[in-house]
């Protein structure tokens, strides 16, 4: 990997593509993948928190997003556009499962009602 400060001088002069990866792990091969997750709730009332999507490809294979540290506001059918990321790509998916936590321990649990929901792999557009 590359610091981000350094990307554009280092990128620029090679005339083949180049895959860029701003947000990385920790382990090879550093790249992670990221979906566009656009959420439109049903809640009457506003919930805030956080989102940790779940996907499953055909064979069972299963990996677990990254919870972001910034919390998400959903209100009643408004669209919330989540960028998530996962340490391993699923070119097939058939699966998808969300969390939603508001990251507290006292307090009642909510529930966050889901009208419809679009994933889009950010690394893949034609997925």
């Known amino acids: ?21 701003f947000d990385t792990s920790e382990e090879d091969p550093f790249c992670m993948y990221n979906y566009l997750l656009d959420i439109t709730t049903w809640n009457k009332s506003i919930r805030r928190g956080f989102i940790k999507v779940k996907i499953t490809d055909c ?15 959903f209100q009643q059918y ?8 996962f340490y391993r790509d699923i070119e097939k998916i058939s699966k998808i499962s969300l969390t939603f ?18 994933m889009k792999s950010v690394n893949n557009p034609e997925r």
């Open 59 to 73: 064979d069972g294979n299963t990996v677990e997003s990254e919870m972001k540290n910034e919390a998400s506001t």
């Open 78 to 85: 408004k669209r919330v556009k989540i960028l998530t990321g």
């Open 1 to 21: 990997g590359y610091h981000a400060d350094r990307w554009k001088k280092l990128l620029l002069p090679n005339s083949s593509p180049t895959k860029v990866y």
């Open 101 to 118: 936590s508001t990251k507290t321990l006292i307090g009642p649990k909510h529930k966050l009602r889901i009208l419809q929901m679009k």
